[in-house]
C-alpha cells in the first residue's frame, strides 16, 4: 500500500486549502482513508475519515470546516478545509485501514503517506 499525500501549503486564517490522498497497491474500495495530523510538541490527532460503507466522521474541531470525499474511479481522497484556524497549522497525514469505526485512533492505520505542511497565519 502506498499514499501520496498533497497540497498542503500556506494560507491566512479563514482561507482554504484542498489536501489529496492518492493511494495505490490497494482494494481502494474497501479500505477507509483518514486523515490525521500532528503538530510540533503534539500527539498525532485523528481529523476525519471515509468508508465507503459506512460514510464519513469528523474530529468535533473540524466539524462543520472540513470536508473528507473520496473518489474511487482515481483512488483519492480529499480534505476540503475551509475557515483554517491557526490551530489548524499542523504536518497532516493520510493513512488507509480496514478497520470501521465511529472515531478513528493513529493505531487502528496501518498504512500511512508521507505528510503534507499546512500553516495557517493569523
Known amino acids: 500500500v502506498q499514499l501520496q499525500a498533497s497540497g498542503g501549503g500556506s494560507v491566512q486564517a479563514g482561507g482554504s486549502l484542498r489536501l489529496s490522498c492518492a493511494a495505490s497497491g490497494l482494494t481502494f474500495s474497501s479500505y477507509v482513508i483518514g486523515w490525521f495530523r500532528q503538530a510540533p510538541g503534539q500527539e498525532r490527532e485523528f481529523v476525519a475519515a471515509?468508508?465507503?460503507?459506512?460514510?464519513?466522521s469528523y474530529a468535533d474541531s473540524v466539524k462543520g470546516r472540513f470536508t473528507i470525499s473520496r473518489d474511487n474511479a482515481k483512488n483519492t481522497v480529499y480534505l476540503q478545509m475551509s475557515s483554517l484556524k491557526p490551530e489548524d497549522t499542523a504536518i497532516y497525514y493520510c493513512?488507509?485501514?480496514?478497520?470501521?469505526?465511529?472515531?478513528?485512533?493513529?493505531?487502528?492505520?496501518?498504512?500511512w503517506g508521507q505528510g503534507t505542511q499546512v500553516t495557517v497565519s493569523s
Open positions: 471515509v468508508s465507503a460503507i459506512v460514510g464519513t
Open positions: 493513512a488507509a485501514s480496514l478497520t470501521i469505526r465511529t472515531y478513528y485512533q493513529p493505531g487502528d492505520f496501518g498504512s
